[in-house]
């Protein structure tokens, strides 16, 4: 039985480095029809629901991002897997601001401040950590995702302007048909991000868009952090 779960928990690990290999030829592929170099974009293997042993085998295959939706599931994880201590871990998903202290402790970037209260409770709570911050954009204005409209993200900007450092944006498109109908939003995101970057003078470096369905076009569009669960750990745990 011993031999039997070993031997299960090898070929799990086999499989997960070589989708990792079709990831990263995709991803350098894209860049390079973008004209730019494969290092320009960073590889955020998402996790959530997965087991740390998952985790482990990506990390052996090479990834150092991870990214969770959750703040106690990440605790838990990074606990599990406290012996991988250049691992960095992402919150891609929504930030209570009940959560705020555990998720300083928790992760190198959030990716979803979505309210300059938030943003203040972060601050306040400093110097216990302070991880890098993305602002998440709503563009589909889809009432079932978090993210601030794009009307108000100016505004949040400079509200939070030396509250706390805004690295870039993040977004997450509607459910599409195909990669090709996600690109007008992340064309959209990029477009916000330059004209911003010159109205309010901050260089908001980082546009986190595109998952696995459609990473490649994002890259395309200007992505410099990918957030990728499906085609690294296939279907997730249940």
Known sequence: MVGEHQEQALETEREIAQRLLVVRERIALAAQRSGRKPDSVTLVAV????????????????????GENYVQEAASKRAALRDLVDARWHLVGHLQSNKAAQALDCFEMIHSLDSARLATRLARLRPRKTPRVLVQVNLSGEVSKSGIASSELEALL??????????????????APTPEHSRGCFARL?????????????????????????????????????????AIFGERMT
């Open 47 to 66: 996790s959530k629901t997965q087991a740390p042993a998952a985790v482990r085998a990506a990390y052996r295959a090479g990834v150092r991002d991870f």
């Open 158 to 175: 400079v509200a939070v302007r030396g509250v706390i450092a805004v690295s870039g944006l993040m977004t997450i498109p509607a459910p």
């Open 190 to 230: 990029r477009a916000l991000r330059d004209a911003l970057a010159r109205s309010t003078g901050l260089e908001l470096r980082e546009l986190s868009m595109g998952m696995s369905d459609d990473f490649e076009v994002a890259i395309e569009e200007g992505a410099t952090i990918v957030r990728i669960g499906r």
